[in-house]
């Protein structure tokens, strides 16, 4: 298992920002990093992702406000969150997919605990 730590999480106002990082602990790098949410009662939902060669991804919802982006050792993501609105208040989850480390490569998907971006009106 991969582990997968977030943080940057917290409680804004409305039009406010915040900057959420990732990193798979320990990995080279990994094939693809993604990051979603999830609401108390309601599905986790995809919000944005990057691969291993940078390209992105993102939901309607948080395009032109949220970007992905990641280090040059690619173990590492941030999603820098702009124009925050009430909606995007959720617990929010990394995702790895495929990561390498000590030659290994480990195919599977790895989520972290998360963190949680509360914005108030």
């Known amino acids: 298992q991969v582990p997968v730590v977030e943080s940057g999480g917290g409680s804004v106002q409305a039009g406010g920002s915040l900057r959420l990082s990732c990193v798979a602990s320990g990995y080279i790098q990994c094939n693809y990093m993604s990051w979603h949410r999830q609401v108390l009662g309601k599905e986790r939902e995809f919000v944005s992702g990057?691969?291993?060669?940078?390209?992105?991804s993102y939901a309607d919802s948080v395009k032109g406000r949220f970007t992905i982006s990641q280090d040059d050792a690619k173990n590492t993501v941030y999603l820098q969150m702009n124009g925050l609105k009430p909606e995007d208040t959720a617990l929010y989850f990394c995702?790895?997919?495929?990561?390498?480390?000590?030659?290994?490569?480990?195919?599977?998907?790895?989520w972290g605990q998360g963190t949680q971006v509360t914005v108030s009106s």
């Open positions: 995702k790895t997919t495929g990561c390498e480390r000590d030659g290994v490569f480990y195919p599977q998907e790895d």
């Open positions: 990057i691969s291993r060669v940078g390209s992105t």
